[in-house]
T-cell receptor, first 116, second 109 residues
Framework: GAVVSQHPSWVICKSGTSVKIECRSLDFQATTMFWYRQFPKQSLMLMATSNEGSKATYEQGVEKDKFLINHASLTLSTLTVTSAHPEDSSFYIC????????????FGPGTRLTVL | GQNIDQPTEMTATEGAIVQINCTYQTSGFNGLFWYQQHAGEAPTFLSYNVLDGLEEKGRFSSFLSRSKGYSYLLLKELQMKDSASYLCAVRDSNYQLIWGAGTKLIIKP
């Protein structure tokens, strides 16, 4: 089956630093990748959608300058949380699909970010 | 606006059957998904419905009625490991996934 990996699985950082999270599709080409954020006991919140080689489309209320997304290849997308603050602490999950008319998104295991 | 409703929490007994409902109002429809998410983990795919009717997959079944904007996930022979949140998501006319808030299912012995 399709496998998506994320790295790191958890990270603790100081306030004001930047954190990069990688999302990789291991056995398929991910035309589209999605980045979600999930706070405790809440549902997934889509942050942005990225297509390989083009700029990400951000959801309303998500700061594109704070959450930098790069989808440079068909197997790798990165999310960089710049100048992280404690309120950015959350569970960040990426998912990937092979095309627009996909039947499912394949989720990575998630990255738990804690900003001190 | 777009909206997906599902119960916040349900409780059921081990070995029993439980039905989790999902109603939706979206701009267009290109399929409905059910995902399972254990606490602290990413969602895992359970089922996909795009045509009316029942899709059965082992202990889990999912039903769709497009005219009613309604779906349910049926879990049979409940096991303790089925304790999780169950997320309903609808793909709209722009192929965007609209997520429900999830239903937390608690299984009691």
């Amino acid at each position: 089956g399709a496998v998506v990996s994320q790295h790191p699985s958890w990270v603790i950082c100081k306030s004001g630093t930047s954190v990069k999270i990688e999302c990789r599709s291991l056995d398929f080409q991910a035309t589209t990748m999605f980045w979600y954020r999930q706070f405790p006991k809440q549902s997934l919140m889509l942050m942005a959608t990225s297509n390989e080689g083009s700029k990400a489309t951000y959801e309303q209320g998500v700061e594109k300058d704070k959450f930098l997304i790069n989808h440079a290849s068909l197997t790798l997308s990165t999310l960089t949380v710049t100048s992280a603050h404690p309120e950015d602490s959350s569970f960040y999950i990426c998912s990937a699909s092979e095309g627009q008319e996909y039947n499912e998104q394949f989720f990575g295991p998630g990255t738990r970010l804690t900003v001190l | 606006g777009q909206n997906i409703d599902q119960p916040t929490e349900m409780t059921a007994t081990e070995g029993a059957i439980v039905q989790i409902n999902c109603t939706y109002q979206t701009s267009g429809f290109n399929g409905l998904f059910w995902y399972q998410q254990h606490a602290g983990e990413a969602p895992t795919f359970l089922s996909y419905n795009v045509l009316d009717g029942l899709e059965e997959k082992g202990r889990f079944s999912s039903f769709l009625s497009r005219s009613k904007g309604y779906s349910y996930l049926l879990l049979k022979e409940l096991q303790m490991k089925d304790s999780a949140s169950y997320l309903c998501a609808v793909r709209d006319s722009n192929y965007q996934l609209i997520w429900g808030a999830g239903t937390k299912l608690i299984i009691k012995p």
